[in-house]
Structures are given as structure tokens and as C-alpha cells.
């Protein structure tokens, strides 16, 4: 079946692919709570990947049923690692979103990632990626950012459809890729559907 492309919560709509043909594989909605109290739905997002890429893995799964794929964590384990082509699109819901509170965000959920995977020495990693948020920039209500892992896992940061930069590391790409589909995701419903679509994509 084909996933959703809507979601639910914001009403905000996904295009069934996205540049160089990633096939959406899931959508969800990224909350935090200000002053400890207040929830607030800060963007929606579309996890997309390479179709191609994704078949790299079919001879490892090939024989687990489809029932045994959408559980299991290797699988997701292999998707984060692997050189296959991904992206997480995102449209900013939150009208008051300022650069500064992105940067910190930033650093608080993509470094978490890059301690766990990584271990001590990430903060110059971080910091070389979050250089590129220039307070110059405005991320309105609407405002369409796209991660992507290119291939070599090259991770891309584009908003709007403008490229903001480019850096290669694997690491990087596992850590922000990890905040959608990973241990703890931002929403769990997505990264459901996601696997359940890898696995529907792994068996056709
Ligand atoms: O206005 O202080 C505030 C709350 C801002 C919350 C910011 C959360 C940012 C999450 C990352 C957004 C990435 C586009
Ligand atoms: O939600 O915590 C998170 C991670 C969000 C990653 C989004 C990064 C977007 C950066 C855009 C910067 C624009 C100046």
C-alpha cells in the first residue's frame, strides 16, 4: 500500500517523491514543549529513500517474511548505515521560529546522536554544521528545509529548494537520519510506516 502523504495532526501534504525520485516512505510531526510546559508542533515531515539503493539489501532479507521486517531492528540498523540515498523534507508548522532556537534545538538532538554513535570528540562536527544556520535566514510557517544523504553519505541541507551547504560524513548523516527512524524517533507512527514500506519495498 502506499504510504500516506499526509499528515494527520497538521494537515500538511508530502509529494509521493522527491528530487532524483525518493519515494516517500512515511510522514510525521516533530513536538517540543517550551518553558517545560507548553507542547508545540514544530514542523511535519516526509521520509523518503532511493528505491535502488534500498534493494542493496534484499539478499540479506529477502527470506524474512514481511511480518518479521517491520520489526526488526536490524533492518533499520542497515538503512541508517548504508550508503543508500535518503531524505527527510520537512515544512515548518511554528510561526515563531527564529534561527537561534533552531541552532539550539540543533545541537541538543543531533548532538545527543552524534555522542551516542560517536562518542567524545563531535563537537567540531556539530559546530561546522550548524555554522551554516546564518541568523540572515527566516524559516516562516511553510518554510520547506530538505536533509538529504547523498550518495558516500554526503549529507545536503537545502531551503526552499536552494542549497545551504554540503558536508561529507557518515556520522552526520547516521545522527540526523537516527532522529527519524532510530531508538527514540520524533514520532513513532512514522517510523513505523517507514519500515513497514522498506520492508514492502525489500519483498517486491
Ligand atoms: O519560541 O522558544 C521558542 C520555541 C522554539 C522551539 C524550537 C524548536 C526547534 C526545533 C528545530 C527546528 C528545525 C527546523
Ligand atoms: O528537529 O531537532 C530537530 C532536528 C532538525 C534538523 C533541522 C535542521 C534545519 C536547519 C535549517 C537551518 C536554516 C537556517
Request: proline share 3%; charged share 30%; aromatic share 6%.
Amino acid at each position: 500500500a502506499a504510504p500516506r502523504s499526509v499528515e494527520p495532526r497538521t494537515g500538511v501534504a508530502f509529494p509521493a517523491e522527491t528530487s532524483g525520485g525518493r519515494r516517500l516512505l512515511g510522514v510525521g510531526l516533530r513536538r517540543t514543549t517550551i518553558l517545560g510546559l507548553k507542547s508545540i508542533d514544530v514542523y511535519a515531515f516526509g521520509v523518503y529513500a532511493d528505491d535502488h539503493d534500498l534493494k542493496q539489501l534484499r539478499e540479506k532479507y529477502q527470506k524474512l517474511p514481511v511480518s518479521e521486517l517491520k520489526e526488526n531492528a536490524e533492518l533499520i540498523n542497515d538503512a541508517l548505515e548504508r550508503d543508500i540515498r535518503m531524505t527527510v523534507r520537512l515544512q515548518i508548522v511554528y510561526g515563531r521560529l527564529s534561527i537561534r532556537s533552531v541552532r539550539s534545538a540543533f545541537e541538543k538532538s543531533v548532538g545527543s546522536r552524534l555522542q551516542k554513535f560517536g562518542g567524545s570528540d563531535t563537537n567540531e562536527l556539530l559546530q561546522s554544521f550548524v555554522s551554516l544556520f546564518k541568523d540572515e535566514y527566516k524559516l516562516p510557517k511553510g518554510s520547506v528545509i530538505e536533509l538529504s544523504r547523498e550518495s558516500s553519505h554526503v549529507l545536503k541541507i537545502s531551503i526552499e529548494g536552494e542549497e545551504l551547504g554540503s558536508i561529507q560524513s557518515k556520522l552526520l548523516c547516521k545522527s540526523i537520519l537516527d532522529l527519524y527512524i532510530g531508538d527514540d524517533p520524533f514520532d513513532k507512527n512514522a517510523k513505523y510506516s517507514v519500515q513497514e514500506n522498506m520492508a514492502s519495498i525489500l519483498k517486491n
